[in-house]
């Protein structure tokens, strides 16, 4: 299998506008659950830049539990991430959920998420292995090792070779946190495949206090790079996530701290 260590021994790296990701290198992306205006996510923008990330986050079309649930603002986030992203020298990261709107992602973004709710929506990824922009395909919640690697198959075999692993969370019959974050997966997966593995602590734990120990433990672990949810207002935010968003200088504080712990993995 294309995804595998005894098809491909080194590690893969990625690189988007000169930024690496795999191997030795530690790729931060922060930002919103959501993108809601061009003021809000420049400001986010900014704070994110200055705190040493690499890639802003942010869903302009969003996989709502419930119909009536906001949905995202659509193409007008994807311009306004795409500008704020321009304009602090940031990598943009943005959910796509439907084969129809890859195009009009990948001419916005410069990485396209997969969400847990898509992990095999089959259609969605052999779309994705058309393209060549680096995909980040998050882990279905009930999925296991296996799944998980034949869906990152199906990028690959389309012929896009740019594709990390997020590990964000597995449902089990723990309800204090929102999924259980598996840090097991992050060795796991590395040792079966040579993709970067990516680990999500805000979708993985729900709790915005538990993010900092395990954005930690995952690089203890070996995670290639992290994506974490940070708002300027988590509390009127237009998701839920705001219980997991970390407010800015927690998450200036943690890349301060993860720059110390990465030196000693
Ligand atoms: C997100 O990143 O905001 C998101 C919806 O993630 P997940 O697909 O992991 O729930
Ligand atoms: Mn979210």
Redesign the pocket.
């Known amino acids: 299998k294309l995804a595998s260590r005894e098809f491909h021994p080194d590690d893969t790296i990625i690189e988007s506008k000169g930024v690496k990701i795999g191997g030795e290198h530690l790729v931060i992306m922060g930002g919103p ?2 993108v809601e205006t061009p003021e809000q996510i420049n400001e986010i923008a900014r704070l994110v830049k200055n705190a040493g990330a690499q890639v802003l ?1 942010g ?1 302009a079309f ?2 709502r539990t419930g119909p009536y649930s906001f949905q995202g603002v659509g193409v007008e986030g994807l311009k306004m991430m795409a500008d704020a992203g321009e304009k602090h020298g940031l990598l943009t990261i943005t ?1 796509v959920m439907t084969p129809e709107y890859v195009d009009v992602c990948a001419e916005y973004a410069d990485i396209l ?1 997969v ?3 898509n992990m095999q929506n089959f259609d969605l990824l052999r779309k994705l292995g058309t393209i060549n922009k680096p995909v980040l395909l ?1 882990r279905g ?1 009930s999925a296991t090792y296996d799944e998980f690697l034949n869906a990152a198959e199906y990028i690959l075999a389309g012929g896009n070779p740019n594709v990390m692993l ?1 590990e ?2 597995i449902r089990t019959f723990e309800t204090y946190t929102r999924n259980t974050l598996d840090l097991s997966a992050i060795p796991v997966l590395q040792s079966l495949s040579h993709l970067p593995v990516i680990s ?1 602590p ?2 993985g734990t729900g709790r915005r206090e538990l993010v900092e120990p395990m954005s930690k433990a995952s690089v203890a672990a070996g995670a290639n790079g992290l ?1 974490v ?1 940070m708002h300027t207002d988590p509390d009127n935010s237009m ?1 839920g ?1 705001g219980v997991q968003s970390l407010f800015p200088d927690q998450f200036a504080n943690l890349l301060k701290d993860l720059e110390k712990l990465a030196s000693l993995v």
């Open positions: 659950c959501a986050r869903g969003k996989p959910e998420q969400g847990t709710r998050k919640f997020c964000r969370g999500d805000s979708h994506i949810e998701t996530d």
